[in-house]
Each structure stands twice: as C-alpha cells, then as structure tokens.
C-alpha cells in the first residue's frame, strides 16, 4: 500500500478526531444554531460525494452497456439504502436531539447509543473511501488518485463538525472532556478501518466496482435524507441548515473537480 492511499484512508479519521478536540477547549455545549449549520454543510458534502466520487463513476464505469449503463448504479444504490436501513433496524442508538432510541430495545446508556448512532453514520463513508481507492489500485481507469483524494479531504471536512458535534454532547451528558473526546475519536474509527478491509479484497472487489461504488453512494444518502437533513431543519429559522447544505455541496463539487 503506497503512502497516498495509507493517507488517503486516514485523512477523514483525522477530520473527526480534530473535531472530537473541540471538547477539550470549549466550555459549554455547542450552540443549537451552530449545531444546525454544521449538520447542513455535513450533508452537502455527503450528496455531493455521493454523486459526483461515486455515483458518476458508477455510471462511466458501465458506459459499454451504452443507455443501460444506469441499471448496476441503481442496483447498487437500492442495496446501499437497505443495507443501511437494515443496520438502523438492528443496532440501537439514538440520533442527536432525540428523546427515543431507534432499532431494537436496550438498556444501554443514552451516551453508547449516541456512539453507535455515530459509528453507524460513519460506515458508509469507511465504505466510500476503501473503495475509490481500491479501484486505484486495480487500475481502473475511471478513478484517479486526485478524484480519490478529493472524495477523502471532502469527508475530513465534514467529519470535522461532527467530531464536535458527538463529543460535546457526550460531556454534556455526564463523560469527562478527556472521555468524551476519546470517544468521539473512537466513533471515526470504523471509516478507515472499513477502508482497509475494502482494500484488502480489491481482487474480488473489481468486476464489481460499479455496484460498490453506487452501494457506498445509497448508504451515505440514506444517512443523509433520514438523519441529517431532519437535523438541520430542526427548530425555527431553519434556513441556515439550507445555506451551509449549498455550501457544503458547493465545496466538495468545487474539489472533486478540481483534484479529480
């Protein structure tokens, strides 16, 4: 493995574990309008991602079934979707904000099921980077190492705010700063982790990239569409969360073309 993709696969544990020390100098809980921001521009840079590093490749990747060429995108899409929506059906947890759990009933504390809530979110993003990069690997012709790297320095961007927005609340809920900061490290974990294993199988991996590819872009959405956005138009004035979505989406657009 060459020292880009090592990087690569490690730029968004960075992200989250850079926002995670947000718990170590601030004071008080993040502001709820703030919180609302950064969710919004996390989620631009997720659809973004999800349509131009993967979606879009998917596609070109599948140009020889010429106007068929759609069918292994929305094939891998759907099955990003319900393997995501099988996951939030099995793992309890408990999304920001929230007062209920979700999935199967625990006796876990608010704080771990905030955790997996995050971990959870943060698979298909593991998902999406070990594959860009195992297809640079396998020499497709598709995926550059700037296209990879773009889609890698997107998620950092956005995992930043999140590593805040987990840790805080974790010590607002009772953990140390130290604690909480360590476990919101922990919860970015999963990202390069998944990425390697990715990568581990890139023999196998290939004749299916198309699919996996539109996988990991279904599973990011549906993070998207059914926590984040809920999020960020939380409350009054929601239209922040709409702005910073622009922004976010304007970015990560602006990086995959300009790195890809």
Known sequence: MNANILLGILIPFVGTAAGSAGVLFMKREMNFLVQRALTGFASGVMVAASIWSLLVPAMEQSSDMGNLSFIPAAVGFWGGILF??????????????????????????????????????????????????????????????????????????QNFPEGAIISMPLHANGKSRFRAFIDGVLSGAVEPIGAFITILFTGFITPAMPYLLSFAAGAMMYVVVEELIPEMSEGEHSNIGVIMFALGFTLMMALDVALG
């Open 84 to 157: 995501l929506l099988l996951l939030d059906m099995v793992i309890p947890h408990l999304h920001m904000n929230a007062e209920e759990a979700e999935g199967p009933k625990s006796s876990l504390k608010k704080t771990t099921m905030m955790l997996l809530a995050v971990t959870l979110h943060n698979i298909p993003e593991g998902m999406a980077v070990g594959v860009v990069f195992a297809g640079i690997i396998a020499g497709s012709a598709m995926i550059t190492t700037g296209g990879a790297l773009a889609l890698a320095i997107g998620i950092a961007i």
